[in-house]
């Protein structure tokens, strides 16, 4: 069982930034892969960023460049820093974590406004 908090979210002017955290509750240095998916409203959830346990990286191809995925495992906490933030950027934020026997764990997310 692993149960993630996620922080960070908030109201953004665009072209600003927010940094995202994602808190476990146990150790995530065995946790095979770590990630950040998000949901506007009326849309399906989508991957944002992942990080392996080697510090891998994947990111949705409308990242481009703007956000990057970091962990660390003393903390037990993974980041999101979201640069350049675009109005479509507006969604919940969350964390999810997949352990070696393949069983997924949610957070219950963090909500990102990106409006001027």
């Known amino acids: 069982q692993v149960q993630l908090v996620e922080s960070g979210g908030g109201l953004v002017q665009p072209g600003g930034s927010l940094r995202l955290s994602c808190v476990a509750d146990r150790s995530i240095f065995s946790i095979s892969r770590m990630n950040w998916y998000r949901q506007a409203p009326g849309k399906q959830r989508e991957l944002v960023a992942a990080?392996?346990?080697?510090?891998?990286?994947n990111y949705g191809d409308f990242v481009k460049g703007r956000f990057t995925i970091s962990r660390d495992n003393a903390k037990n906490t993974i980041y999101l820093q979201m640069n350049s933030l675009k109005p479509e950027d507006t969604a919940a934020y969350y964390c999810?974590?997949?352990?070696?026997?393949?069983?997924?764990?949610w957070g219950k997310g963090t909500p990102v406004t990106v409006s001027s």
């Open positions: 999810n974590a997949r352990v070696p026997n393949g069983t997924q764990y």
């Open positions: 990080i392996t346990v080697t510090a891998g990286t």
